[in-house]
């Protein structure tokens, strides 16, 4: 366990999914806030993970995907009605691995393992549009703040890189200047702000970089030599937060950068807990992750308060 004290209390956590929900992670909000994407799966009329919308209102939720593989991190479209997501569905039928048996690649984090290609999916028609049609991992895909571009992490081997697609034309380019094997680039609603994770040439190692602007990127918490994942850029731009294993490697926790005072926080965490995926609420006065404890996935809230005082430097 971490040996640094967090900045809010466990105690404060909601879970947000009822104990006969199955089990359920990787939320993301709608941009007014009153709307919900996650990942279900254990129902009882699926076991895979399914993209599942709930009206944060009404409390009433729908089942979006029917897909035959499973899917991954949802997201909303900022001005459009349309998400956009992971899945394996295709790659099981055009790459099945007991007609084409391969070794996966060991280098590779867990993460990356799974071929899966990216999809938009609209929400009312549900016309669904494949993006990407290549072996290997496609996924952590979002969309630019205004809409226009598509962002997502590509490997290929034993390389990642970061890919961009135009979402008129469909035009793809690969980003560059991010590193050896860059991952979960995100970027600020008014592009003046980015990171990403810069993992060194066999992925032992994940440094987050950060960049403003016209400044040199630096890396944050450097001081911890552990995974780092699951990068998201507050709302209002003025912080990142991410999970990272703690100091024994054990359990994901989740950190908060102050991105003006350039200081890292140990938000939550310190129990034999798994919290991934953070994102914050569009009103800025919640923090929801995915909370892994046992054998149970769930989606818990917790109040965002700033964090203030000392950085969390040392372990």
């Not at 029917?66 to 900022?78: A, E, K, M, V």
């Not at 630019?144 to 890919?163: E, P, Y």
């Not at 780092?228 to 100091?247: C, H, I, M, R, V």
Request: proline residues 6%.
């Amino acid at each position: 366990m971490s040996a640094i004290p967090a900045v809010a209390s466990t105690r404060d956590e909601e879970n947000v999914n009822r104990s006969d929900d199955g089990e359920s992670g990787q939320a993301s909000y709608s941009i007014d806030g009153k709307k919900m994407l996650y990942v279900a799966w254990k129902r009882p009329n699926h076991a895979q993970p399914q993209v599942y919308e709930k009206n944060l209102e009404t409390g009433t939720e729908r089942r979006l995907t029917y897909q035959i593989g499973s899917t991954f991190l949802p997201r909303y479209h900022p001005t459009e009605d349309l998400i956009v997501y992971a899945s394996t569905t295709d790659e099981l039928k055009e790459n099945n691995p007991l007609l084409y048996p391969e070794t996966a690649p060991a280098a590779l984090p867990k993460d990356y393992l799974q071929p899966t290609e990216i999809y938009t999916h609209g929400l009312n028609g549900l016309e669904i549009t494949r993006l990407t049609n290549r072996h290997g991992f496609d996924g952590q895909a979002r969309f630019t703040g205004d809409g226009k571009q598509l962002i997502w992490t590509r490997v290929a081997g034993n390389r990642s890189s970061i890919a961009l697609l135009n979402h008129q034309s469909r035009a793809v380019a690969v980003l560059s200047n991010l590193g050896f094997n860059p991952t979960h680039y995100v970027l600020s609603k008014d592009r003046k702000t980015f990171a990403w994770i810069e993992w060194d040439k066999n992925f032992k190692v994940a440094k987050i970089k950060i960049k403003k602007a016209k400044a040199s990127a630096i890396e944050i918490n450097g001081e911890h030599q552990v995974t780092k994942t699951d990068l998201e850029l507050a709302p209002d731009g003025k912080y990142l937060a991410w999970s990272q294993l703690n100091a024994l490697g054990e359990n994901f926790e989740i950190w908060i950068y102050d991105i003006e005072t350039q200081c890292p926080y140990m938000m939550v965490g310190a129990d034999a807990a798994d919290r991934r995926n953070p994102v914050f609420a569009p009103d800025m006065k919640t923090l929801t992750y995915t909370m892994l404890k046992g054998e149970r996935s769930s989606i818990v809230n917790l109040p965002f308060v700033p964090p203030t005082g000392p950085c969390s430097q040392d372990d």
